[in-house]
């Protein structure tokens, strides 16, 4: 099987609309259960899939996503190129939110999450290149959909990413600031490394949902505001996917 793309979905999207010829694929895997099944379909004609990585429901917490399980579900599909789509916050002045962004840089501040395929017995242990997280042509095609698509996305960017649930204290963002990291989220890593592991092309479409603790000109942060700015940005998703595979 090969599918001309994968989409994981962050909150937010969890089904992608205009699928046509839905299947529901259940894959067993030797990491556990994936966060759901994996959602196979046509876009136009291109083979896709979708998998909302916090479940359909939003049941799995950011650092109980099983990111293995998912991305070998995808690849054992044949995933070849993924889309990550995620929720963050924005730190840097022109990354506030209802801004789309493509990073192109990560730093990674989780802890406790398996994020690699060699952590598990008798497997060969691989050190992969990850100067570059980021897959540079799929980068590339994404920020071109976009353009393709009328909307703005954002070149480029460090996205710092956090272990959650909960957001981060003043003083965690004024350190990722000094850090570099011009985006906060929790879902980042290890997706984009395992996807690296197994030879995926992948890049992550950010979502700004929010300004970060201490940035930009909000002096708290309101879930209803998140949620309301997050419906906004995930409606630009599927037109950029749509771009993205009409070449």
């Not at 990550?84 to 209802?98: C, L, Q």
């Amino acid at each position: 099987m090969s599918l001309d793309l994968a989409i994981i979905g962050g909150t937010g999207l969890y089904n992608f609309p205009g699928l046509e010829n839905v299947e529901k694929r259940a894959v067993d895997t030797p990491f556990g259960a994936p966060s759901g099944a994996v959602v196979l379909g046509k876009l136009g004609d291109k083979r896709v899939a979708f998998l909302a990585r916090h479940g359909e429901n939003h049941s799995l917490a950011p650092h109980r996503v099983n990111y293995r399980a998912n991305l070998w579900a995808l690849h054992h599909l044949g995933a070849r190129r993924i889309v990550g789509v995620n929720a963050v916050g924005g730190i840097r002045a022109d990354m506030g939110p209802r801004v789309l962004a493509v990073p192109d840089q990560i730093i990674d501040y989780t802890h406790g999450r398996f994020d690699s395929f060699c952590d598990v017995a008798g497997a060969k242990v691989e050190h992969v290149d990850f100067s570059e997280p980021y897959s540079a042509d799929l980068r590339a095609a994404l920020l071109a959909a976009a353009r393709r698509a009328g909307i703005v996305a954002v070149d480029g960017g460090c996205y710092g990413a956090t272990q959650g649930p909960r957001l981060e204290t003043r003083a965690e963002i004024a350190r990722m600031r000094h850090d570099g990291c011009d985006l906060v989220g929790m879902t980042g890593m290890p997706e984009a490394a395992l996807a690296r592991e197994l030879g995926i092309n992948y890049a992550c479409l950010a979502l700004v949902a929010n300004w970060a603790a201490g940035c930009g000109d909000a002096t708290t942060i309101s879930l209803p505001e998140i949620f309301a700015n997050l419906e906004a940005t995930t409606s630009q998703v599927p037109p950029i996917i749509a771009a993205l595979l009409a070449v």
